[in-house]
């Protein structure tokens, strides 16, 4: 059995072309303040991380779209894809961690909000590697919280270069 054969394919699209508009309306905002941004390690790799987060949305939507392709094929696919941005998600938790500036607080959260959505892509990744259709619902998931945790990010730093 394909991705094909499930119907996901309108879902797909749709969030493809949200996620492809937000990341580029994103970049477009930071690009703004660009030279003030990238003087903050943690604000940069925050903004990277939210990025990161639209583009594994981007990919796996993509990638669902492929003709005939397998649910083991595509769960290893956006599997590799969730760990790339964990990587970002990482890079950005650290900068975080040690940010010693008295405004920088609620670092726990601020730390682990990016990787919910790369976990919740990885896990239906690790169910559709498994065979379980059901991943393609918890894939689904992550992509809707994909969106509004990245955009979250961004927006944050983007306040956060004015102050």
């Known amino acids: ?16 072309g949200a996620t492809a508009a937000l990341a580029g309306l994103v970049i477009v905002a930071a690009s703004v ?22 583009v594994l949305a981007i990919t796996a939507s993509a990638l669902a779209l492929f003709p005939g392709i397998t649910f083991v094929a595509y769960g290893a696919a956006v599997l590799a894809s969730a760990l790339i941005t964990m990587v970002f998600n990482g890079h950005a938790a650290h900068a975080i961690a040690q940010n010693t500036d008295p405004q920088n607080r609620y670092k726990v959260p601020r730390a682990t ?5 790369a976990a919740i892509y990885a896990v239906g ?15 689904a998931v992550g992509a809707i919280v994909a969106i509004p945790v990245a955009l979250m990010i961004s927006w944050i730093v983007l306040v956060e270069v004015l102050r």
């Open 33 to 54: 303040n660009i030279a003030e941004i990238v003087k903050s390690r943690s604000l940069t790799a925050r903004l990277g991380a939210g990025i990161a987060t639209l």
């Open 1 to 16: 059995m394909t991705l094909d054969d499930l119907g996901w394919n309108e879902f797909n699209l749709g969030i493809l």
């Open 113 to 117: 909000v990016s990787f919910v959505p």
């Open 125 to 139: 990744s690790a169910m559709l590697i498994a065979g379980e259709p059901a991943g393609l619902v918890v894939v």
